[in-house]
């Protein structure tokens, strides 16, 4: 695959997505959205690709939508009259969704290792990865309300269920800056490491664990965890009984139990 805002590398069964624009701090242009969505197809089709870690170079993992990108906006979405313009918009910021759902969407476990600032569009990219983790300089914000605007592309439908309710309005009504240590009170990010070097190793030690699962069952979790948290405890239930009706009686099940009877790794089919 070839990108010119992202970089795309596979080793050891995990894919690492970097953000690509460190002289721009990764401000997301919309290149960016649509190779991330690009990158995400491309990581849930490859079956070599068991875990995800998604990253941002230079000194910050994002500083979110490219300013730029928003002011070209009106020529964009031009229309012959007021209806159709509007038209279009909406299909903008629907598409925009849809880049950053692809990672929610893709059926290998997405970890975000987030260093130096993640702002604005950030948060609707982080939110919709399985797991966060930051270095202990990291600053978070929800930036949309400082330039005038609701924050249209995840955040106010992910946040409130990532750090609940009251947090996610205050964060979101005030646009004031987190630290780690707050990230981590509120549940934003599951573990802060003591710098981008530490945050790096340690997020890829935990991808390569996971990646040494069974993809199957890997996969399952993630259906039923994102499947549970949109429906009722019993529908969870019955899904996850068809799920395994179905999943169950892999090759993983008795390749695991033959690795824990014989004392050895288990070793699975991509």
């Known amino acids: 695959m070839s990108y010119t805002t992202i970089a795309v590398e596979l080793a050891d069964k ?4 970097t953000l690509n624009r460190p002289e721009k701090a990764n401000a997301m242009e919309e290149a960016m959205w649509q190779e991330i969505r690009s990158a995400m197809h491309w990581v849930d089709s490859t079956p070599e690709v068991r875990c995800v870690v998604m990253q941002g170079a230079g000194k910050h993992f994002t500083a979110g939508i490219d300013l730029a ?9 031009k229309g012959a009259d007021e209806g159709r313009t509007r038209e279009k918009l909406r299909r903008f910021i629907l598409d925009l969704q849809d880049t950053l759902s ?11 290792a987030i ?16 797991m966060r983790y930051c270095s202990s300089e990291v600053r978070f914000c929800v930036k949309e309300i400082d330039v005038g605007m609701t924050a249209d592309v995840g955040t106010l439908q ?16 005030t646009g004031r800056t987190i630290d780690a240590v707050e990230a981590k009170d509120i549940r934003l990010v599951n573990r802060v490491f003591e710098s981008p070097a530490a945050l790096h190793a340690g997020v890829r030690e935990i991808a390569l664990n996971i990646a040494s699962k069974s993809p199957l069952a890997v996969r399952g979790c993630k259906e039923m965890i994102t499947y549970a948290r949109d429906h009722s405890v019993a529908d969870g239930l019955n899904y996850i009984a068809t799920w395994n009706a179905a999943m169950l009686m892999s090759a993983d099940l008795f390749e695991a139990g033959a690795a824990a009877m014989q004392k050895r790794p288990a070793q699975f089919a991509d």
Do not use: F
Not at 14 to 17: D, N
Not at 158 to 170: D, Y
């Open 14 to 17: 995990v894919a690492t997505v």
């Open 115 to 130: 260093h130096g600032a993640c702002i604005g569009g950030g948060i609707d990219l982080i939110t919709a990865c399985d």
């Open 158 to 173: 992910r946040l409130p269920g990532l750090i609940g309710e009251g947090m996610a309005r205050e964060l979101a009504y």
């Open 69 to 77: 990108m928003l002011a070209s906006l009106n020529s964009q979405i």
């Open 102 to 112: 692809s990672i929610e969407q893709c059926r290998k476990p997405v970890l975000a």
